[in-house]
């Protein structure tokens, strides 16, 4: 059974610097694929980046590039999401996602990820 648990949302100021973490349990290792998505009230989930676990390629929207860093830690099978710089419209809730197998096309669209966290509360305001 797959099994994704999300932490270290929080409420901070426009600026600062936060650190999600997804740790992942029942996941192949193989040509595995995990990324966040962000979530706002009545809109869709949105890409924010994703890693290819077997290669490392890692894939970012337009609007988190060279602010946020997709990494993960092996040893304990856990993704993260380092987001600097925030700023007011990256409040959501962050979902982090995993699926397998995905092609370049299919990795920003989040129909294409079986499995999902239950999200962690992200809110940046002054």
């Known amino acids: 059974q797959v099994q994704l648990v999300e932490s270290g949302g929080g409420l901070v100021q426009p600026g600062d610097s936060l650190r999600l973490s997804c740790v992942a349990s029942g996941l192949a290792f193989s040509d595995r694929v995990m990324g966040w998505f962000r979530q706002t009230p009545g809109k869709e989930r949105q890409f924010v980046a994703a890693?290819?676990?077997?290669?490392?390629?890692?894939y970012y929207s337009d609007s988190v590039k060279g602010r946020f860093t997709i990494s993960r830690d092996d040893a304990k099978n856990t993704l993260y999401l380092q987001m600097n710089g925030l700023k007011p419209e990256d409040t959501g809730d962050y979902y982090c996602?995993?699926?397998?197998?995905?092609?370049?096309?299919?990795?920003?669209?989040?129909?294409?990820?079986?499995?999902w966290g239950q999200g962690t509360q992200v809110a940046v305001s002054s």
């Open positions: 890693r290819r676990w077997a290669t490392g390629a890692t």
């Open positions: 996602a995993a699926a397998y197998r995905l092609i370049l096309s299919t990795i920003r669209t989040s129909s294409s990820y079986n499995y």
